[in-house]
Structures are given as C-alpha cells and as structure tokens.
C-alpha cells in the first residue's frame, strides 16, 4: 500500500519522515544523529523534530503495546503530516532460520491476539476490516532490503505478528507461526500499519531479532536488544538516505 506520492509538492518544503520505536533505545541512536532539533510531547508520545542525514523527520518513542503505537501514528499524521511512518525496533524470532541480528521487513502484518471467530471472523481479524493483513509498503520495502544489504545485515520479507503479550513460551510460538505464517513477533507493528492504512500514509516495519521469543534468553535480553536496536538504526538511518536521495 503506497500514498499517491512520498515526496513533497515543487512548492511546498518537503513533508517529514515519521519514525516510531517503542523504546528509548529503539529511538535514541536516531535522535542523537539529528539536527536542528525541536522537542515535543503529545499525550505521552515524545518526539523530536528536526533533519537527519538531510532529510526533515519526526522520531517518536511511542511507548510498548498497541494503543500506544495506535495513538503516536496518529498524532505524527494530524500534527506533522507526515510522509510516511517507518517503524523501527527489535522482535523475536518465530523461525529457525531467522537469527539474532538478523532483519525482518514486513510485508505485512497481523494483531494475533484478536479473536473474535465465534462472530464469523478469521483469527487475527479486527471487526470492520476486510482482511486479518495490514499491507505495508513496497516502494519502501525495497530500500530498507537494498539498506541491508548495504549495512551486511541478512534480511527476511514475510508476515509480522503483533500483539499486547510478550511471547515466551515455546508452543505458543509455534502456534504463531503456524497458524498467521508470521516471521517474527512484536508489540506495535500492526496497529501502526493499521492506522496507516485508514489514513492512505505508507507505512513500512522494520525488525531486528533480539531473542527467540521463547523464554530461553531472557537474562541475555538487555544485551541483544542493544545491538538489535544499533543494527536497526544503521538501517533506517541508510533506507531514508535512500529514498530521499
């Protein structure tokens, strides 16, 4: 799903990035690379406005969970008119084959903690929607694969899996996985893709894997999230370059 355009009117200055992290360190490595910061707060969403490798942008530590998320997506669309949103930060692994360090940029996502079958609806399915699948966009799905690829990060496109539930449980994993077909998990991504697509704002879901969503790494967690969160920032820091080039 793409916006008509992601670039500003001839006349007009150009229409800032939006980028959403969760976490302060999600966020923090892109906001110290800033330039001609302004600082902002909006309903508990805090932001920084300014310039970041030469293009105008907006990054917003939205808090975990999917109200929060929800909540800063919108306020970065009413309030700074965003161009689109980039969400970046960590996720754990559903699949044996996507490991630490590792980059999933998401096709797609999906809220699998919805479940309202018992009204008709598919599992994962919002009451309202068509689909189970919040589209992302692939005009900026593509540079943040050429960004990987550039920053030597291996990288997966598929299906994300979002909900408010910290997956640590082995069988509950592997239902995910098996039942949405998703790469990975998370706590933000699908409503974020979700507001995006009732407002026609492209969106775009970038996560490095931090742990294997199955309790085994807790104590090691801190650690991995950190140079999750730098891998993910060298990525979006080089994917906006790319597209504003």
Request: proline share 4%.
């Amino acid at each position: 799903m793409d916006a008509p355009s992601l670039q500003g009117s001839a006349t007009d200055a150009p229409r800032p990035w939006g980028i959403i992290g969760a976490m302060d360190v999600e966020v923090q490595l892109l906001a110290d690379a800033m330039e001609q910061v302004r600082t902002h707060a909006f309903g508990g969403c805090r932001c920084a406005s300014g310039v970041l490798d030469g293009a105008p942008c907006v990054i917003a530590q939205c808090g975990v969970g999917m109200v929060h998320a929800a909540a800063c997506t919108q306020m970065l669309i009413d309030r700074f008119d965003v161009r689109a949103v980039v969400n970046t930060g960590v996720a754990g692994s559903l699949r044996k084959d996507i490991h630490r360090k590792e980059l999933v940029i998401a096709t797609e996502a999906l809220n699998w903690v919805m479940d309202v079958q018992n009204l008709g609806y598919a599992a994962g399915q919002t009451p309202g929607l068509d689909t189970p699948f919040l589209p992302t966009s692939d005009t900026i799905n593509r540079q943040a694969l050429a960004a990987a690829r550039a920053e030597g990060v291996t990288a997966h496109c598929g299906r994300i899996a979002s909900g408010d539930r910290f997956v640590r449980d082995a069988a509950e994993k592997e239902r995910i996985a098996e039942e949405f077909d998703a790469l990975c998990c998370e706590m933000e991504g699908a409503a974020i893709a979700q507001i995006c697509a009732a407002n026609d704002v492209p969106c775009s879901i970038l996560r490095v894997i931090s742990d294997n969503a199955d309790g085994a790494d807790e104590e090691d967690y801190p650690t991995f999230e950190k140079a999750a969160a730098r891998t993910c920032a060298a990525i979006t820091r080089r994917m906006i370059r790319l597209l504003f080039a």
